[in-house]
């Protein structure tokens, strides 16, 4: 499970605080900025908990010259919402676009409502695609709106969308619930110019998912309390697997993970698995290995990782193993190079986040952005080599 970015850890001009330094210290940001003076609305009821609770990719570089960091604002204009989207509650879905050379707004917009789920996800070239709530747009990198659409909602849990590491592949997940069969989950794989499915799966319900360009791993809803077990979908195959399972029951990649007891899988790219995820391991997976275990017994792994868009770096966030996960006092943010085989960048995370932790790569692996509540950071990393 994504613990460690999903629960509350403690029970246009616009004249913001900006800070950009050149520094030898890698630690030290090259940009800060209070997003409550570009209108960044703290929760303060139950449902505005929830809001933060589903948005995902609250920090998203479209390129390597244009980070986007959502978040939900006042609408200052309350009325009555219409059938093309257009906001009228009292909080709307809104994201800012930073230049990370120079920390300025590059522009800014509101989507909609705020809803339970609310993203924004960037494709291989710099466009990118928004929902919020039933309501999902397509964008050029320039913002220029290419498509928008209203979902259909069969229940009451709207679809969730997922890019691949890639940004070349957009998936789409849809929850239901069978009288005989019980929870399910409706995987589509959808054309990213026209958000048109082009293939179907339905498997058991999903309790985690990641994706990469070809596959989707999953883990049951149903198997709370036991092991993880990845299950897998294989876009391109052309027979049905034998056994839906990622690795045999009996191998050694599945006892290693049983062993690890970790909880959740995160693709980093098309060839790349890390199994981690409220343990001491980070377990990295491939063509079915285990190339890398970083295994430090005094941390406790994050579920949640964001890799570079060229598949050679992830960020992660760990916590003191020390601290319950309900109440965690210490916690790190850490950069790993695949590469080079080791963490390349840790700093404590300070002030500890309230109600949201996010965290995003530059596409070139270059750049470190993250979001604690209502400020952001960005460090330059050393280059790859």
């Not at 960037?122 to 397509?138: C, I, N, P, T």
């Not at 293939?199 to 309790?207: C, I, L, N, Y």
């Not at 970790?262 to 343990?279: E, I, M, P, Q, R």
Request: aromatic share 10%; with cysteine; net charge neutral.
């Amino acid at each position: 499970m994504r613990w460690l970015t999903r629960i509350l850890l403690l029970s246009s001009t616009v004249a913001f605080s900006m800070v950009s330094l050149l520094c030898a210290d890698d630690r030290v940001p090259v940009l800060s900025a209070d997003l409550r003076t570009l209108g960044y609305l703290p929760p303060v009821a139950d449902r505005d908990v929830r809001y933060y609770y589903f948005l995902r990719g609250a920090v998203t570089f479209l390129d390597n010259q244009t980070l986007a960091v959502s978040f939900f604002k006042k609408n200052e204009h309350p009325g009555l919402s219409r059938r093309d989207g257009s906001p009228g509650s009292a909080v709307v879905f809104h994201t800012v676009f930073f230049d990370p050379a120079t920390g300025r707004v590059r522009d800014q917009r509101t989507w909609g409502n705020a809803a339970n789920s609310t993203t924004l996800q960037a494709f291989h070239d710099g466009s990118f695609f928004v929902q919020d709530g039933e309501w999902v747009r397509l964008y050029s990198n320039d913002l220029q709106e290419n498509l928008k659409r209203n979902v259909d909602v069969p229940g009451d849990i709207p679809p969730r969308f997922t890019v691949s590491p890639s940004g070349r592949v957009l998936y789409e997940f849809q929850e239901a619930y069978d009288a005989k069969r019980g929870w399910l989950t409706r995987i589509d794989l959808l054309d990213t110019a026209s958000l048109v499915s082009k293939q179907v799966k339905v498997t058991p319900g999903h309790r985690d998912d990641t994706v990469n360009d070809t596959q989707v791993v999953y883990s049951l809803a149903a198997a709370v309390d036991v092991p993880l077990r990845p299950f897998v979908y294989r876009v391109n195959d052309s027979e049905p697997a034998k056994s839906p399972q990622l690795f045999g029951p009996n191998s050694y990649m599945a006892k290693d993970i049983a062993e690890s007891r970790c909880k959740s899988a995160a693709f980093v790219s098309n060839s790349v698995l890390v199994v981690t995820g409220d343990c001491p391991h980070l377990l990295l997976i491939m063509a079915g290995r285990k190339i890398a275990d970083v295994y430090a017994p005094e941390y406790r792994f994050g579920g949640e990782i964001q890799p570079s868009r060229d598949g050679r770096r992830f960020a992660f966030a760990r916590a003191n193993a020390n601290d319950p996960p309900t109440r965690v006092r210490n916690m790190e943010l850490c950069v790993y190079d695949l590469a080079d085989k080791r963490i390349i960048f840790s700093l404590p995370i300070s002030p500890l986040p309230q109600h949201k932790l996010a965290f995003a790569l530059s596409p070139d692996g270059s750049l470190l952005a993250a979001q604690t509540d209502g400020f952001l950071y960005m460090w330059r990393l050393s280059s790859p080599q």
